[in-house]
């Protein structure tokens, strides 16, 4: 069989699929408030990922994520979700979400096979909710949480992006809500994606200070528990969750990465730190073959760079936001 295997010798088993650029959110750090979104002729269509998923299953991709923007704002992503998971070597499909859509969804994702599914959730207080994300929508995602929770999904995870100044004061109570939920949470540090009107400089928090935060409340037994992605978890005694921590900046996590992007567009992103790109929607829309699509996949592998190089004192440095990356 073919494979993926970059030119520092990493094998790519894991593939990031953003679905749309479009969010019922506009989270500060991820987007500006007057965002304007893609014409959708120039968004792949169903058929078209699911074209790209299979020939990535082929060289050995086995775990799909689905992101966005908000990936639930794709109508009918159920029926995407359980035709990838039906495709032959992919062993799991998992959702990352910002949930104000789970109440409607929550139960066809589990029918459809979804594996794991990733909320983000920054804050429990409604007013903070709405600095962040400009919407007034706390109520909607802690709804979509409790939904969730009635299916039995291998892990629901909470997401929270920690941030000095905005929600350093909530990473215990956030973690409390984790525990007393019994679900997983991860803390990522902010990354510098897109111009968004303040210095992530100044609100920037590294993993290691919220686990002490933790630390002083809960006892973190170490783990080697790994999901695919970037995180790194700790136990936490005497609870049924894992807090983990994805530290960009803090410990560089790219000497294991298995991954590549997919944007809405169709462009394929060897690394998230890096402008470096394979367009496949030109191929795919010309009518390319199976064979020609694996040859894009292979050959778009050479432009995989060993690793990001974030640099929060310097201008922005990666022009695009986080939600035409899909996180
Ligand atoms: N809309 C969905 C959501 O919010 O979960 C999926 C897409 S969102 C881009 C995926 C994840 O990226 C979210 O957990 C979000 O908090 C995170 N994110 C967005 N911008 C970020 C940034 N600049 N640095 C770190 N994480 C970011
Ligand atoms: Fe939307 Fe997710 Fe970006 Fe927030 S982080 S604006 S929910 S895509």
């Given at each position: 069989m073919r494979q993926l295997i970059d030119p520092f010798g990493r094998k790519i088993?894991?593939?990031r699929i953003s679905v749309t650029d479009?969010?019922?959110?506009?989270?500060?750090?991820?987007?500006?408030?007057?965002?304007?979104?893609?014409?959708?002729?120039?968004?792949?269509?169903?058929?078209?990922?699911?074209?790209?998923?299979?020939?990535?299953?082929?060289?050995?991709?086995?775990?799909?994520?689905?992101?966005?923007?908000?990936p639930l704002m794709r109508k009918k992503l159920p029926e995407l979700i359980a035709t990838i998971k039906a495709i032959e070597g992919i062993e799991e499909v998992v959702l990352t979400t910002n949930g104000t859509l789970l109440t409607q969804y929550a139960e066809p994702l589990y029918e459809a096979g979804l594996s794991r599914l990733n909320i983000s959730l920054d804050t429990l207080n409604s007013e903070k909710f709405l600095t962040l994300t400009r919407r007034?929508?706390?109520?909607?995602?802690?709804?979509?949480?409790?939904?969730?929770?009635?299916?039995?999904?291998?892990s629901i995870k909470i997401n929270t992006v920690a941030m000095r100044g905005m929600n350093d004061d909530e990473v215990v109570s956030l973690t409390d809500f984790a525990i007393e939920n019994g679900l997983d949470i991860t803390f990522i540090e902010e990354m510098p994606l897109g111009e968004v009107g303040y210095d992530r400089s100044v609100t920037f928090l590294p993993s290691d200070e919220v686990k002490a935060m933790i630390?002083?409340?809960?006892?973190?037994?170490?783990?080697?528990?790994?999901?695919?992605?970037?995180?790194?978890?700790s136990r936490v005694a005497n609870t049924t969750s894992r807090v983990g921590f994805i530290s960009p900046h803090s410990h560089n996590f790219c000497g294991d990465c298995n991954?590549?992007?997919?944007?809405?567009?169709?462009?394929?992103?060897?690394?998230?730190?890096?402008?470096?790109?394979?367009?496949?929607r030109t191929p795919l829309r010309q009518g390319c073959s199976d064979d020609q699509l694996t040859d894009h996949l292979i050959n778009a592998l050479k432009l995989k760079p060993e690793k990001h190089e974030f640099d929060l004192a310097e201008e922005v440095q990666i022009l695009r936001f986080m939600s035409n990356t899909g996180g």
């Amino acid at each position: 069989m073919r494979q993926l295997i970059d030119p520092f010798g990493r094998k790519i088993e894991y593939l990031r699929i953003s679905v749309t650029d479009r969010c019922d959110l506009r989270c500060s750090y991820c987007m500006s408030e007057d965002v304007e979104f893609l014409p959708r002729q120039d968004i792949l269509s169903f058929e078209e990922i699911i074209r790209v998923a299979k020939s990535f299953a082929q060289l050995g991709v086995k775990r799909i994520r689905i992101t966005g923007g908000e990936p639930l704002m794709r109508k009918k992503l159920p029926e995407l979700i359980a035709t990838i998971k039906a495709i032959e070597g992919i062993e799991e499909v998992v959702l990352t979400t910002n949930g104000t859509l789970l109440t409607q969804y929550a139960e066809p994702l589990y029918e459809a096979g979804l594996s794991r599914l990733n909320i983000s959730l920054d804050t429990l207080n409604s007013e903070k909710f709405l600095t962040l994300t400009r919407r007034d929508r706390l109520h909607a995602v802690l709804a979509g949480i409790a939904e969730a929770k009635k299916y039995p999904f291998e892990s629901i995870k909470i997401n929270t992006v920690a941030m000095r100044g905005m929600n350093d004061d909530e990473v215990v109570s956030l973690t409390d809500f984790a525990i007393e939920n019994g679900l997983d949470i991860t803390f990522i540090e902010e990354m510098p994606l897109g111009e968004v009107g303040y210095d992530r400089s100044v609100t920037f928090l590294p993993s290691d200070e919220v686990k002490a935060m933790i630390a002083e409340k809960y006892s973190l037994l170490e783990t080697d528990y790994k999901t695919g992605g970037p995180a790194t978890y700790s136990r936490v005694a005497n609870t049924t969750s894992r807090v983990g921590f994805i530290s960009p900046h803090s410990h560089n996590f790219c000497g294991d990465c298995n991954r590549v992007r997919m944007t809405s567009v169709g462009c394929l992103l060897l690394c998230l730190g890096n402008e470096e790109s394979q367009d496949l929607r030109t191929p795919l829309r010309q009518g390319c073959s199976d064979d020609q699509l694996t040859d894009h996949l292979i050959n778009a592998l050479k432009l995989k760079p060993e690793k990001h190089e974030f640099d929060l004192a310097e201008e922005v440095q990666i022009l695009r936001f986080m939600s035409n990356t899909g996180g």
